[in-house]
């Protein structure tokens, strides 16, 4: 990733030179102007071209155990704290780098894993009188899915539960985007709370939570899947193509490192055909939606004439079922991963129950040997780097397989390993050729808002979808547009050193010309003036988030105006790890330096101008090579 970074640096540096002319300029520039030039020389610009737990199975003791076995065990400064904590979570702070110094990764990682689940996304929706149904149907809404997401991951206390279940939701993706029917957005809710409870969990509770989970169910068409009626039609194949290729085990058979198996002839191995998609599409048949324990509200008069019978929410917290005496599971055998070698075939006879062919289908795409190192590699890269060598995913992947109390499966011992190996830890980390990866900008986000202790000004998180890439961040949490997420596990930056390094770059296919403005002038916008919201009681915007920079404002000025180093590398640290390199540094700071500060005798001017310095510190970074790429 340093090639790549270097290699998209290199062509903008004379754009860098031009517009640091007018950053120098004894007026100060805006704020938009600054943005531009440190854009320019970042890798961003450059890419343009191209409630309760469900624990239970989990060792924690384990997990967060064995400290011995890495050779990094405790940071040795802040900033190798920070660094941890904003891969571990989705921010640092200066109370959390302290308690990480204190304890250690292990012991961190250890007391952040007992903490119970918070408060759930669906409670949170009751709390904010989402389930009750008025006439301008809201029952009908998806887009209350948006303040859910957003008040979870900006606001819940348990942060890196939080940034294990977003990891989690790029794998097991189901999206806001095509929800429809009756209170999609406690659907949408459910989805999410199925993550958060298993997010320290065992895989294969997960697995079949999502698999009978309605947003899943509605996504990828198990809801309402029937047999083959005899007259040509056939169950649905594209959750039993998707739990195979996206959710369990991928296309090609792989070694335990991740690397693919190869036949005699140097072929890579496909997992499975087009036969074991329709064999095991069987099993996916006859469920539906559970209403058993729903009842029907107050008749909601529509706007159009007429009356309608909208069910409360409690459907949306249950698993789909098999309905009307199964009549619609398919009866026949089923017979699966008959010709893969090395694997056992599986075969269940005709009249085998739903739920026994459930389980057995489930159980086999969890004891696969792809298991591990597929589910395994794609967190390494969601929290830590794009590319982990072999070895490293051979050791998460080895603790996937037993936890070392017997255990396969264990989701917190994985995301421990994964966050304690020292290919995570090591200096090497810093200085790879591949190392690091894109900071997603929905993580770019949420680290700004919990970093500055942004909160909804209303309560009520209204905060939308960002998805659009040329006016906001072209991205938002649980709108993915496809099943395949934002990007590609495996997606390759055209004409660049990675590519021909054969390096994969997965966040950068979120990047193009639209989304590198769109994501600076929302940031811009953003960091200084905050969020609005349109309240049509008033028919006018009101302010919804708003950093204050509190701690930051006092540093404005330190040591010296023409310097603000104090304030500089309070930034660096919280934001970057302290990764910010020393001519960018001097950058940011000479920018800074130049811009006006205390006014004598106007204290609202100097609130001004300090705000401002702050505020331009904060872009800068945030538009810097050094802080896109997360190391």
């Known amino acids: 990733m340093t090639a790549l970074t270097a290699e998209l640096n290199a062509p903008a540096q004379e754009e860098l030179r031009d517009e640091s002319a007018s950053i120098h300029e004894p007026a100060p520039p805006p704020i938009g102007r600054m943005a531009a030039a440190a854009l320019a020389g970042g890798a961003l610009a450059a890419c343009g071209g191209g409630g309760g737990t469900s624990s239970a199975g989990s060792s924690l003791g384990t997990a967060s155990s064995g400290a011995s076995n890495f050779a990094y065990a405790t940071p040795a400064s802040d900033q190798e704290a920070a660094r941890f904590l904003l891969q571990a979570q989705f921010s640092a702070s200066d109370a959390e780098v302290a308690v990480v110094r204190s304890q250690g990764y292990a012991g961190w990682l250890k007391s952040q894993m007992a903490i119970s689940n918070g408060q759930s996304g669906t409670a949170w929706l009751d709390s904010e009188?989402?389930?009750?149904?008025?006439?301008?149907?809201?029952?009908?809404?998806?887009?209350?899915?948006?303040?859910?997401?957003?008040?979870?991951?900006?606001?819940?206390?348990?942060?890196?539960?939080?940034?294990?279940?977003?990891?989690?939701?790029?794998?097991?993706?189901?999206?806001?985007?095509?929800?429809?029917g009756y209170w999609p957005h406690y659907v949408m809710a459910r989805y999410?709370?199925?993550?958060?409870?298993?997010?320290?969990?065992?895989?294969?509770?997960?697995?079949?939570?999502?698999?009978l989970n309605l947003a899943m169910g509605n996504f990828l068409n198990t809801r309402g899947n029937k047999k083959a009626d005899g007259h040509g039609s056939a169950p649905d194949e594209n959750y039993a193509r998707e739990v195979m290729q996206l959710f369990s085990i991928?296309?090609?058979?792989?070694?335990?490192?991740?690397?693919?198996?190869?036949?005699?002839?140097?072929?890579?191995?496909?997992?499975?055909?087009?036969?074991?998609?329709?064999?095991?599409?069987?099993?996916?048949?006859?469920?539906?939606?559970?209403?058993?324990?729903?009842?029907?509200?107050?008749?909601?008069?529509?706007?159009?004439g007429g009356t309608d019978n909208v069910p409360n929410t409690v459907f949306t917290q249950l698993p789909m079922v098999q309905v009307q005496n199964s009549r619609y599971h398919s009866p026949e055998s089923i017979n699966f991963f008959q010709n893969v070698p090395g694997l056992p075939a599986v075969s269940l006879p005709a009249g085998t129950s739903a739920a026994v062919a459930l389980k057995t289908t489930l159980d086999a795409l969890f004891n696969h040997p792809n298991n591990p190192p597929f589910i395994s590699k794609q967190l390494i890269q969601r929290l830590v780097t794009s590319n982990p060598s072999p070895a490293y995913v051979q050791r998460v992947a080895s603790i996937y397989v037993n936890n070392g109390q017997g255990l396969r499966g264990d989701l917190a011992a994985v995301y421990a390993a994964i966050l304690q190996d020292d290919e995570a830890?090591?200096?090497?980390?810093?200085?790879?050729?591949?190392?690091?990866?894109?900071?997603?900008?929905?993580?770019?986000?949420?680290?700004?808002?919990?970093?500055?202790?942004?909160?909804?000004?209303?309560?009520?998180?209204?905060?939308?979808?960002?998805?659009?890439?040329?006016?906001?961040?072209?991205?938002?949490?649980?709108?993915?547009?496809?099943?395949?997420?934002?990007?590609?596990?495996?997606?390759?930056?055209?004409?660049?050193t990675a590519l021909a390094a054969g390096a994969v770059v997965p966040e950068f296919q979120l990047v193009n010309e639209s989304s590198v403005a769109g994501y600076l002038n929302f940031m811009q916008t953003t960091i200084d003036t905050g969020i609005t919201y349109y309240d049509s009681a008033t028919n006018s915007n009101i302010l919804e988030f708003k950093a204050a920079y509190t701690a930051e404002i006092?540093?404005?000025?330190?040591?010296?105006?023409?310097?603000?180093?104090?304030?500089?590398?309070?930034?660096n640290l919280l934001l970057s790890g302290g990764q910010l390199s020393a001519a960018t540094v001097t950058t940011i700071t000479t920018a800074v330096g130049t811009m006006a500060g205390t006014v004598t005798g106007n204290a609202t001017q100097t609130a001004t101008n300090l705000r401002k310095r702050v505020c331009a510190t904060v872009l800068m970074v945030m538009a810097s090579a050094e802080y896109l790429i997360q190391k």
Do not use: H
């Open 129 to 180: 009188g989402y389930s009750v149904p008025d006439s301008n149907r809201n029952y009908f809404n998806p887009s209350y899915a948006d303040p859910m997401i957003w008040n979870q991951i900006l606001a819940s206390p348990d942060a890196p539960r939080r940034r294990m279940a977003l990891a989690l939701s790029e794998i097991f993706v189901a999206s806001t985007d095509v929800m429809t």
């Open 192 to 211: 999410w709370d199925v993550l958060c409870m298993n997010a320290f969990g065992n895989y294969r509770t997960l697995l079949e939570a999502i698999t």
């Open 250 to 304: 991928g296309l090609v058979l792989l070694n335990l490192d991740g690397t693919p198996k190869l036949d005699a002839n140097g072929a890579t191995i496909s997992t499975y055909s087009n036969a074991d998609i329709t064999e095991v599409a069987k099993v996916f048949t006859g469920y539906d939606t559970d209403y058993s324990q729903s009842t029907v509200t107050t008749p909601i008069v529509q706007p159009g």
């Open 425 to 496: 830890r090591g200096p090497s980390a810093l200085t790879g050729t591949q190392s690091g990866k894109l900071r997603e900008p929905m993580v770019r986000f949420t680290q700004w808002a919990r970093t500055f202790g942004v909160s909804s000004i209303s309560g009520g998180w209204k905060l939308g979808d960002l998805s659009d890439a040329g006016t906001r961040l072209g991205q938002s949490p649980l709108r993915s547009p496809t099943v395949f997420n934002f990007f590609r596990p495996g997606y390759v930056l055209p004409g660049t």
């Open 554 to 571: 006092a540093l404005a000025e330190s040591p010296t105006r023409a310097s603000p180093g104090d304030l500089i590398n309070r930034i």
